[in-house]
């Protein structure tokens, strides 16, 4: 019995087809690293506004929220409330 691959079995296989990539389509490769670097940059700046208003917005309360907390654990905070 001829196994799977086996060239000098005699016997052919029936029903059972193989493919291979053609080297027209293979060639595409090579280009991948100039073509992100130009197509990838276009597309990646297409997105940039779409996430750098919520991170601005974020990260400003972010830091309002630590200015805040810092002032009212503060001494200044506490002799302020305290004097009015």
Same mark, same amino acid.
């Given at each position: 019995? %001829? ?5 000098? &079995?005699?016997? +052919? ?5 193989? @493919?291979?990539?053609? !080297? *027209? ?7 991948? %690293? ?5 197509? &990838?940059?276009? +597309? ?5 506004? @779409?996430?750098?208003? !919520? *991170? ?29």
């Amino acid at each position: 019995s %001829a196994w799977w691959g086996d060239k000098h &079995g005699g016997t +052919r296989m029936r029903g059972v087809y193989q @493919y291979t990539l053609s !080297p *027209f389509q293979a060639k595409a490769g090579p280009n991948w %690293a100039r073509e992100y670097l130009f197509q &990838g940059y276009r +597309r990646i700046a297409a997105e940039v506004p @779409y996430w750098i208003v !919520p *991170f601005a917005l974020g990260y400003g309360i972010y830091r309002w929220a630590n200015n805040y907390t810092e002032y009212h654990n503060s001494k200044a905070a506490h002799v302020a409330e305290h004097h009015e």
